[in-house]
């Protein structure tokens, strides 16, 4: 498993920009949008699994996973 599937991935409809914008709380504010949610929502995985990789590079901690655990 990632450590990118640790953390919970939101893309949502803004009225405000009128286009999907994609987030991943936790770990990285709105950092993409689109007129296609799927599209979105791929970009949105690649920058989570880029930040990661970044702050691992970096040394830093990374922040508590924010997806749902398994029972």
Do not use: N
Not at 23 to 31: F, R, V, Y
Not at 35 to 63: A, N, R
């Amino acid at each position: 498993m990632k450590d990118s599937s640790r953390y919970l991935k939101i893309v949502e409809w803004s009225d405000e920009d009128q286009c999907f914008v994609g987030h991943c709380p936790g770990l990285i504010g709105p950092c993409c949008h689109g007129d296609d949610e799927v599209l979105v929502y791929g970009e949105l995985c690649q920058i989570v699994d880029e930040w990661i990789e970044t702050m691992k590079h970096d040394g830093k901690p990374l922040p508590p996973p924010t997806a749902w655990k398994a029972a």
